[in-house]
């Protein structure tokens, strides 16, 4: 592994998770109450024995920035590190136009670092990976380059670019987001769709984008331009199928669990998948563990015992992190962040509260997402009412979750 360098692509705007982008790039959203998203690849990486490690920032990445370099500090004398590397407009006075043209304008990198293989990878996904069977089978079938796919239903392919494969799992064809999917040989309601992570031999990459940066017009991203590409030129790209993916103490019903987090939709859901009472992502597992960056705060604490009035400090199939004190009210379905406090009489049901969410007496939440210091006054009721919601400064999205943005004050 000594040899490989990962470059994770973390500069994403994430304009689908408005407004919980709105001060923030989308891998630093908090997820599962204590973690942030892209706390899922670095610790897949690390759990692998990936220790060369750098993240491609750009867009609103202090956050991100300083949660990397706090949490993901490791044995530099051994030369291991995880580091985060902003957009510096080596290559002339523009930002990144794509994920090709992110690495190209921090090639020097990878001469720094002088490996035979380059790992690409996205860094706003939840999933556990053993990231180090992909590269072993990458190197055995001696490819230039390797994509992790995930099979999905022929009717959910519209959304994902997905890959034409032979028999040996050879790519034949790519093509986004297409109406008429090709299908895994054998499993004709299947397909193969791409997972946005990739393995390249250092001299493939470093010659894809050098040329890809020359191309006009070109929209300088992967699945768009370098895949086509390569498949045109008859380069050797496989798929490697993450269905078979093994991480150690791993449940069989986790196996080939995968989400694509790009909207407040689809990290409601992944996070509600979460309190379950078997989950499918078990973040319990002590042998592949979910790292992050530790507070210095008391455990959760739940008070008040009054059956007779309702005023019981509970939580249901939910999610405490550190530092919260839920006071008399009840908490059902939920995802508590640190510093949450929840006062008595109030209901928290189907739910995310960000760092510092204080919930008054009386108040009532359902489906919603508050983001960090959001003041909900006692008697407020939130999730109900949606045109009541807009007009407090909620958005309100399609699927119907109420997202408040940071520090907002939410009135009766």
């Known amino acids: 592994m000594n040899r490989t360098l990962m470059m994770v692509l973390a500069g994403g705007r994430g304009t689908r998770m408005m407004p919980l982008t709105q001060d923030r790039t989308k891998p630093a959203v908090p997820f599962a109450g204590r973690y942030r998203l892209i ?10 024995g990936f220790y060369r490690v750098v993240v491609l920032t750009q867009y609103k990445s202090q956050s991100l920035s300083q949660h990397i370099s706090r949490a993901w500090r490791l044995a530099r004398p051994l030369d291991h590190f995880v580091e985060p590397v902003p957009a510096q407009q080596r290559t002339g006075l523009g930002w990144y136009r794509g994920s090709a ?27 556990k990976m053993d ?107 496989f798929a490697y199928d993450f269905s078979q993916n093994h991480v150690p103490g791993q449940q069989e019903r986790e196996r080939g669990y995968w989400r694509d987090v790009g909207s407040v939709g689809s990290y409601f859901e992944a996070s509600m998948d979460l309190v379950s009472v078997l989950p499918v992502l078990d973040l319990y597992n002590r042998q592949w563990p979910i790292r992050t960056d530790y507070h210095q705060l008391a455990p959760a604490k739940f008070v008040h015992d009054d059956l007779a009035s309702n005023r019981v400090g509970s939580a249901v199939e939910s999610l405490v992190s550190e530092g919260t004190i839920v006071s008399g009210g009840m908490v059902y379905r939920s ?3 640190p510093l949450v406090r929840v006062r008595s009489y109030s209901r928290v049901e189907s739910s995310i509260l960000f760092e510092g969410v204080e919930v008054g007496r009386n108040a009532q939440l359902f489906r919603t997402i508050l983001d960090k210091n959001v003041v909900v006054e006692p008697g407020a009721r939130v999730g109900f009412d949606h045109d009541h919601d807009r007009a407090r400064g909620l958005t309100v999205t ?13 009135q009766p």
């Open 131 to 237: 990231v180090s069977q992909m590269l072993r089978l990458h190197r055995k079938r001696g490819a230039e380059l390797t994509i992790a796919a995930i099979p999905v239903p022929v009717a959910e392919a519209h959304q994902f670019g997905i890959m034409e494969v032979d028999a040996n799992w050879r790519v034949r064809g790519f093509v986004e987001k297409p109406t008429h999917p090709p299908t895994i040989p054998g499993r004709p309601d299947w397909c193969l769709a791409s997972m946005g992570n990739y393995f390249f031999t250092r001299m493939a990459l470093e010659h894809q984008v050098r040329t890809d940066a020359l191309r006009e017009p070109s929209d300088h991203d992967f699945g768009r331009d370098i895949i086509p590409t390569m498949l045109s030129e008859g380069r050797a790209i």
């Open 101 to 127: 043209d992110a690495i190209f304008q921090n090639l020097n990198l990878i001469d720094d670092a002088d490996p035979t293989d380059v790992g690409v990878f996205g860094a706003d996904h939840v999933y």
């Open 335 to 337: 995802i508590l962040s």
């Open 398 to 410: 399609e699927e119907g979750i109420a997202v408040a943005p940071k520090g907002l004050r939410i």
């Open 39 to 48: 706390d899922f690849v670095l610790s897949n990486l690390v759990n692998s």
